[in-house]
């Protein structure tokens, strides 16, 4: 009993841990983390009764963790549908790969709980309550150094860059990124637009950010934190981010609220990279050789 | 496969330039009507003037 309670608190303590609110908005005060921490207490419930039960040859617990696995699937095609909703409603949309991230980390983290609680109740049920507590904090510990996603401040390089138009194509340093026609736009670009230039550091941050998912959780990201200067009716603010073919650079040009460069840099260092885009052709022999 | 971008509309002062086709055709008689027309058009069917520098504007869906 003592082994189930401590694995059910320690879970739950997790999954709260692993929630914190932060700048991407997600999840929604007060019911979106309703939702996550009830769900993260299931989790550990059915992950501390594990070893209890089944060291009572209850074997029928085994299939429990086996339904939900199931069922949190589930939770991540609902997250996943609900958000993509959402999303045609944002001035600046996530995009499905920044989605899809979210309902990963969603469903992973409930398995997270699952697995601390699991730890938690074994080591309190074969040895005591002091035990538990330790190996639940070293897998609270663990889990958070783990699962922290790389940012994209640890791949590129990210510095101001000059925006000028040339003609009616409008570049930062030598990024093409759009045509436009009117002139009141080109006015308000030169204004008050702000660009950026990523480097990335390696051939790996490279195919990173050639990633279409991964340039529009930046500009997400960006607009989320400085605003962007648009409305539905006014397409051409919407900000973007190019690729400059020869060097693999990206460019970010944004139309914010907050005209502050600094900070501007300092959100897109913080924009995380998103697990569906993170290609490591260096890993490989062939990229490797492909490289030099 | 589907389109995905579109032109609305086209926006000239110079009638030699463009021919009848897919989108409709407007007729400016000077840049600053030129500049209005496209202006007024994006915003009601919130699309992104582009210019052809050679006096043609679209407006494209993105």
């Known amino acids: 009993m003592q082994a189930a309670f401590a694995g059910v608190i320690f879970g739950t303590l997790t999954r709260y841990y692993l929630l914190r609110r932060d700048y991407r908005q997600y999840p929604s005060y007060p019911h979106g983390v309703i939702t996550n921490l009830s769900l993260g207490f299931i989790a550990a419930v059915i992950g501390a009764v594990a070893i209890p039960a089944l060291a009572e040859k209850e074997f029928t617990a085994v299939t429990f963790l086996a339904l939900a696995a199931t069922q949190f699937r589930e939770v991540r095609n609902m997250e996943r549908e609900m958000l993509l909703n959402l999303d045609n409603m944002q001035l600046v949309p996530r995009g499905q790969e920044y989605i899809e991230g979210i309902a990963r980390v969603f469903e992973s983290r409930n398995y997270l709980v699952m697995f601390t609680s699991l730890l938690v109740g074994g080591a309190t049920f074969w040895g005591n309550l002091y035990y538990g507590v330790l190996i639940g904090v070293l897998a609270v510990v663990l889990t958070g150094i783990m699962m922290k996603g790389k940012t994209l401040g640890q791949i590129a390089n990210v510095r101001e860059g000059k ?117 490591l052709p260096l890993k490989t022999t062939i990229g490797r050789k492909a490289a030099d | 496969m589907n389109l995905e971008k579109y032109i609305l509309a086209v926006i000239t002062m110079n009638r030699e330039k463009v021919s009848a086709g897919g989108a409709p055709i407007f007729f400016a008689s000077d840049k600053e009507e030129l500049e209005k027309i496209a202006v007024t058009l994006a915003r009601i069917t919130e699309g992104v003037i582009h210019d052809l520098e050679n006096g043609v504007f679209i407006l494209v869906k993105h």
């Open chain 1, 163 to 279: 925006l000028y138009f040339d003609g009616a194509n409008l570049f930062v340093d030598n990024i093409h990124f759009m045509n436009l026609g009117s002139q009141g736009a080109k006015e308000i670009y030169l204004k008050r637009a702000l660009g950026v230039v990523i480097e990335p550091l390696s051939d790996n941050g490279r195919a990173t950010l050639a990633n279409n998912g991964q340039r529009m959780a930046i500009a997400h990201d960006a607009a989320a934190l400085l605003g962007v200067y648009r409305d539905v009716d006014t397409a051409e603010f919407m900000p973007i981010v190019r690729r400059h073919l020869d060097t693999g650079r990206a460019g970010l040009v944004i139309v914010p609220i907050e005209q502050d460069m600094e900070y501007l840099i300092e959100a897109v260092k913080r924009v995380p990279v998103l697990e569906s885009a993170l290609r």
